[in-house]
């Protein structure tokens, strides 16, 4: 038994009152004499015998009855809790993509939200988080206009997000009852994101009815001539063998293309078609088939003819520079140091500063103020150069500076495959590649470096080094072939032209929503312009850096929905992208739950929204005791009065 006011106990010590008032004999018994004396005594006797014991008797009902109004002013009752805390229960919903879809009773999410709805205490307090949203410290009536209204999202939160607001939250609720339920399918969580787990967690999992899903996963394109493309469709296939799936391509609402596939079981198969080489072509394919997600049947995205990259190597010329900047995707040109065109330069995304002896003062101030405005720099130094004309152009662009020429004959051997210069470039890592030499090379000094290919004295080759607003790649060593042989080295090329396309990101065929997606507009902006990006039902505007020839565009909080999107300046359409829905969303692998809490104590599981609530409301359930306690004072008064009356002394 428990008490909400325990304080009141003390009023206990009144029950002294009525014991002191029957103590003392405030009624005298008058003598009366008669004849027969013998007779009298006796019957005295007897009379006072019997009201001692009337007296005991109501005192001991007023003592009870005093005692029962004390107990039901502190209010007593039974329960798990105390009745003075709260009742808090953290909530995370998981409203994800894949919650969209069917479970035994319908529709995971609307079916969570309603028995939430349902099952809830109104007495509670909660906090209710889902992978848009967080509402905190909310009423019972205000989840449940929530949970109404509640819709499936893009966005994602990973359960180490999620316990994070836990454990925030349980700091801000201390002097409170806390709960902190997971209603989550558990898609794609590995047991070591709840190693770390403080708080009690109870994870409700949601699971599908069917466990077959198809979807499309990826889209890459090749070219057949001048005049056609193929498409190619990467289609992903978890469960049994299907047959007859149909598939078309459309060309925004024009169809275009359709034919039907058969699948082996959980296995990957390319479906290609052949479409005309447009301008720009809005492709959509439509995959025709229920099954467990509806969203990733769909798939967007873009084919846009794009400006050539503008390239300028000024210095000596190079034969294998033309090679690598093909007319087909880089307008490609060179000139001498005394003969370079300054208003060019800043017409241009990438300049190579090709085996130049000394740089003029007049083309490092045209250099440095061409980096400061976006664009990127390669220098490949002449094997005789006058250091402090290089390193003048290094303080201008605060980098580092040049140390020694090393004459010193060495292999280049350390290619940095995870580099973003050369990633997915080598389907391995090559071991019995035949490495090239250098006979001299430089040693530098640069901050914010990295490199891409070392020596094997673990000197770098080439580098990168990150500017305020581009990239200088500097090459540690003359190219020519008197010192290196590394222009006949075929890695060479992977280099020299990501570098070239790098400088210009081009917006890729498709993205996906919810993530951080960069790529540059080839255009100028005046003073007080801006960029868009308008789908069907929304446009809002990117986070944009404007430079002296092109646009750096990023999203990520938006947009949240897939289709087709496109780049406005004020009405003109510069580019149109398709975004898609994340993959990851289209998994079958889930968490086993019952696993995880055989392993960890402070985690429950259970499969039933309905019977979780049901048990905390159970467990949480006050019996109050006052009216019985009163209920008890009033048969006490009653017993007085019935005392009183028909007990004859």
């Given amino acids: ?102 479970g035994e009773k319908g529709n995971l999410l609307q079916i969570s939200s309603q028995e939430i709805i349902e099952t809830i205490s109104n007495k509670d307090e909660f906090s209710l988080l889902t992978n848009n949203e967080f509402y905190k410290n909310i009423s019972s009536s205000e989840l449940k206009k929530v949970l109404l209204n509640i819709n499936n999202t893009s966005e994602k939160l990973s359960i180490d997000e999620v316990l994070l607001k836990i454990e925030s939250n349980d700091t801000n609720k201390s002097k409170a009852l806390n709960k902190n339920i997971l209603i989550s399918d558990f898609q ?30 990826s889209v890459f394109t090749n070219e057949n001539d001048g005049n056609n493309l193929t498409v190619n469709i990467n289609v992903r296939n978890q469960g049994e063998a299907k047959e007859n799936i149909p598939i078309a391509i459309y060309n925004g609402q024009e169809l275009i293309s359709k034919q039907s596939f058969s699948i082996e079981k959980n296995t990957d198969k390319i479906i290609s078609f052949s479409i005309e080489n447009k301008t720009t072509f809005l ?86 103020n061409f980096s400061k405005n976006g664009g990127n720099l390669v220098v490949i130094p002449n094997k005789n150069i006058n250091i402090t004309s290089y390193n003048s152009f290094l303080k201008n662009l605060s980098v580092g500076k040049i140390l020694e020429n090393k004459k010193d004959t060495l292999k280049i051997t350390d290619i940095n495959f995870k580099h973003p210069l050369l990633k997915n470039v080598f389907l391995k890592k090559v071991q ?151 993959k990851e969303e289209s998994n079958l692998h889930f968490l086993d739950t019952d696993a995880l809490a055989n392993e960890q104590k402070n985690i429950s599981t259970n499969t039933s929204v309905k019977a979780v609530f049901t048990e905390i409301n159970k467990n949480n359930k006050v019996t109050w005791l006052w009216q019985w306690f009163l209920a008890l004072a009033i048969v006490s008064l009653l017993l007085e009065i019935l005392i009183l009356k028909f007990f004859k002394a």
Avoid: C
Wanted: aromatic share 14%.
């Fill in 283 to 368: 492709g959509k394919i439509d995959l025709t088939f229920n099954d467990t997600f509806k969203f990733d049947n769909l798939f967007y995205f873009t084919l846009n003819k794009s400006k050539k990259i503008a390239v300028l190597s000024i210095g000596k010329p190079s034969n294998y520079l033309p090679k690598i900047y093909q007319k087909n995707e880089f307008n490609f040109s060179t000139s001498t140091v005394k003969n370079v065109n300054y208003n060019a330069i800043l017409k241009q995304q990438l300049i190579v500063l090709n085996e130049v002896e000394e740089i003029p003062q007049s083309l490092i101030s045209s250099l440095v």
């Fill in 188 to 217: 794609n969580t590995y047991k070591n994101n709840f190693t770390n787990v403080n708080s009690d967690l109870s994870l409700i999992k949601l699971e599908n009815a069917l466990q077959n899903n198809i979807s499309i996963d």
């Fill in 1 to 102: 038994m428990q008490f909400k006011h325990p304080e009141i106990f003390y009023f206990l010590a009144l029950l002294i009152i009525p014991i002191l008032v029957h103590l003392f004999q405030l009624q005298k018994f008058v003598k009366v004499p008669f004849t027969n004396v013998a007779f009298l005594q006796k019957l005295i006797l007897q009379t006072r015998k019997s009201s001692k014991l009337k007296k005991w008797l109501i005192l001991s009902t007023r003592l009870l009855a005093l005692s029962a109004i004390i107990f039901a002013f502190t209010q007593p009752y039974f329960s798990n809790k105390k009745a003075s805390k709260n009742q808090h229960n953290f909530i995370y919903l998981d409203n994800s993509l894949s919650t969209n879809t069917k």
């Fill in 432 to 582: 019995n590649f035949q490495h090239p030499t250098t006979q001299n090379y430089y040693t530098t000094v640069f901050s914010n470096a990295s490199t891409i290919v070392g020596l094997e004295n673990k000197s770098p080759f080439i580098q990168l080094i990150k500017t305020t607003n581009s990239n200088l790649y500097f090459v540690n060593s003359s190219l020519e072939k008197e010192n290196s042989n590394f222009t006949n080295s075929p890695l060479i090329v992977p280099v020299f032209y990501n570098i070239g396309q790098q400088s210009l990101k081009y917006s890729k065929p498709y993205y996906t929503v919810g993530y951080e997606n960069k790529f540059d507009i080839n255009t100028q902006l005046n003073k007080d312009d801006i960029l868009s990006i308008k789908g069907s039902k929304k446009s809002f505007i990117p986070l944009q850096q404007t430079l002296q020839n092109k646009v750096t565009l990023t999203t990520k909080n938006q947009p949240l929905e897939a289709g087709f999107y496109h780049v406005l300046k004020q009405k003109d359409t510069l580019k149109s992208i398709g975004f898609n829905y994340s």
